[in-house]
């Protein structure tokens, strides 16, 4: 028995100290942690179980760690499993992230039944971070089968999280006109529900009011499908009950159409590609000649010798020259 079989068995058998020490092991960029890493996934891919994977996005500040903490109460209650893997910023200078998203759900904390995993991003653009494929797979292999993915916030390039999941739930605020002008029209586009929060107290009748006024503009842009728009209070709790049901209407509905399957094979399809382009660069970066030949192309396309396709497939020429011989 290896080292990674041994923590594949304990990850399918639900521990969660191992579930911990297995996303560490594949979020690790040591060396020597990278073959384990993909024994690991290996083992565990064929036995990942049946999960309804939901991306939660939006504007910072929308308390997408709240509403999180308390749908997720809800979907205990039904009997779910939930894990959350909650995305935060790095910073450029350190690397250092926050991971302040678990302080904030105080309640899924507290839950058996709930596993909370902050990552951080580590550079990585589109509001998730670097392993989120190989992190819900994981937790799927150890019988979590509602998984929440809580992106960064940052409303621009938010739209890759929807090919890691099987639903986007775009969290808004009251007044949120001009963060919605300013996001790129896909994240509106891939949202497969939206939610209008924090209609508490006074702010009520000003969140109801622009959820109306988006599902009119919805109901033209988005003709054929538009998504539902729901106006709640994850801080009092109230509307809960409505999206919970929305999002397992969402998912039968799913299920019914054959698209689940659909986008299950298009995330396999897009984790394959950017596993990829990793296997890529680590075969540049192991080989100190094709490091140096990476760097000098680099300097060419930089210093205007050579274009970034002729630079790039002179590469590819050398490397598939090196392999044939």
């Not at 079989?5 to 020597?32: C, N």
């Not at 759900?105 to 989120?132: D, K, W």
């Not at 509307?239 to 998912?251: F, M, N, R, S, T």
Request: glycine share 10%; charged share 25%.
């Amino acid at each position: 028995m290896t080292f990674a079989s041994d923590l594949a068995h304990a990850v399918h058998g639900g521990d969660r100290r191992a579930l911990s020490k297995a996303i560490t092991l594949v979020e690790s960029s040591k060396a020597d942690d990278q073959e384990p890493a993909r024994e690991l996934l290996a083992l565990l891919t064929p036995v990942a179980r049946a999960s309804f994977r939901i991306g939660v996005t939006g504007v910072p500040g929308a308390g997408k760690s709240t509403l999180i903490d308390t749908l997720g109460g809800r979907a205990i209650a039904d009997g779910r499993r939930v894990a959350v893997l909650a995305v935060d910023p790095s910073s450029r200078e350190s690397g250092g992230s926050l991971l302040g998203d678990k302080t904030r759900m105080t309640h899924l904390s507290s839950e058996a039944s709930a596993f909370i995993r902050p990552s951080p991003t580590l550079g990585v653009l589109g509001g998730t971070a670097g392993r989120t494929r190989e992190v819900i797979t994981l937790c799927e292999a150890a019988g979590y089968d509602l998984i929440f993915v809580e992106t960064v916030g940052v409303g621009q390039s938010e739209e890759r999280v929807a090919s890691m999941v099987d639903c986007v739930l775009l969290v808004l605020l009251a007044g949120a006109g001009d963060e919605l002008s300013s996001m790129k029209r896909g994240v509106l586009e891939s949202a497969d529900l939206i939610a209008f929060n924090k209609a508490d107290g006074e702010r009520a009748r000003g969140v109801e009011a622009d959820a109306v006024s988006l599902r009119a503009s919805l109901g033209i842009s988005r003709a054929s499908r538009a998504p539902d728009v729901l106006v709640l209070s994850a801080l009092e709790g109230r509307g809960i009950d409505v999206l919970w049901g929305a999002l397992l209407k969402e998912q039968a509905e799913a299920e019914r159409r054959g698209t689940l399957q659909l986008r299950r094979a298009r995330q396999r399809q897009a984790w394959f590609e950017a596993a990829l382009q990793e296997a890529l660069q680590g075969v540049f970066a192991t080989s100190p000649e094709l490091t140096a030949l990476r760097a000098a192309a680099a300097q060419d396309v930089e210093s205007g010798v050579l274009s970034a396709p002729e630079a790039a497939q002179r590469l590819v020429t050398t490397l598939l020259a090196r392999r044939s011989d």
